[in-house]
């Protein structure tokens, strides 16, 4: 399974688009994996997990044609991770390349809870939304997937996913704080080639609404604790905001000196 992350910061990105604080001076000058657009993966070049207002920059950066794209796979309601309004252009008179085929979306129903007229009546023949039930699998393509409930905004169902494709192992955790405890026994109970965690705190705790180092240090060594990772298995520290106070530069040395690596915009794993 080949994962890229296409973007790797929360809501407001890096630098913030509004922002002049000293992570988003730095960078600003030093650019390169300093700057961080929304979030947003895609699997093996066919599956996305996500869908934000910076998915149109995400396709021309890594020259992806969406047109080709048959499936997306949403976290949450959160704009950053969903943003709808742009899928609305996946018919005429904005698209035609996609005439006679269909976009599947996945996700929690809180989807319709936050976005009742999507699709619209004039796009239902273009873009389809599947509303998932936690804990069950689901067959997307080549995937089986399954939502698990994470902690992250109470105010609506948000999904964190373990992925399986030729029998390797993804899960897929941010935005979360620490999982509720069916979300995490399912997580003990499955072998985990790849772990993706979220690290929007930087160096700070929190465990309610996102996680911190820290945070993540805590949930990794509950699962080595339960057999469901090994040295084999790689984790990934994604999703960081400015509120974090890492640079790429420093959170690179955190995440290698806990045995962790540090995504950035374009960052590829293999497993």
């Not at 999507?118 to 997307?140: C, G, I, L, N, Q």
């Not at 030729?166 to 897929?172: A, D, E, P, V």
């Not at 057999?227 to 994604?238: I, K, P, Q, R, S």
Request: proline share 4%; net charge negative; glycine share 8%.
């Amino acid at each position: 399974m080949k994962v890229q992350i296409l973007g790797t910061a929360a809501a407001e990105g890096i630098p913030g688009v509004f922002c002049n604080c000293p992570i988003c001076e730095h960078a600003r000058r030093a650019g390169g994996k300093e700057i961080r657009t929304r979030s947003q993966s895609i699997i093996n070049d066919k599956y996305l997990i996500d869908f934000p207002m910076d998915a149109y920059l995400h396709s021309l950066r890594y020259h992806i044609d969406f047109h080709k794209i048959q499936h997306i796979i949403i976290t949450h309601p959160h704009e950053d991770h969903f943003y709808p309004n742009d899928l609305e252009y996946r018919r005429p008179p904005f698209a035609y390349s996609a005439e006679g085929s269909c976009l599947n979306v996945y996700g929690p129903g809180s989807l319709k809870e936050e976005y009742p007229w999507f699709p619209s009546e004039a796009s239902r023949d273009y873009v389809k939304v599947h509303y998932w039930e936690a804990y069950h699998t689901y067959s997307v393509g080549e995937l089986r997937v399954t939502p698990l409930t994470a902690r992250h905004d109470h105010r609506f169902e948000c999904f964190v996913y373990i992925i399986e494709m030729g029998g390797k192992r993804l899960f897929y955790g941010h935005d979360s704080g620490f999982l509720p405890e069916r979300s995490m026994e399912m997580v003990r109970n499955t072998h985990l080639d790849c772990v993706f965690f979220d690290v929007t705190s930087g160096r700070s705790r929190d465990g309610k609404y996102h996680m911190g180092l820290e945070d993540d240090i805590v949930m990794r060594d509950d699962m080595r604790a339960a057999g469901c990772v090994d040295e084999n298995t790689v984790f990934v520290l994604n999703h960081l905001s400015h509120n974090g106070r890492l640079t790429h530069e420093q959170l690179e040395k955190a995440a290698s000196e806990n045995g962790f690596l540090a995504a950035y915009d374009g960052f590829t794993v293999e497993f």
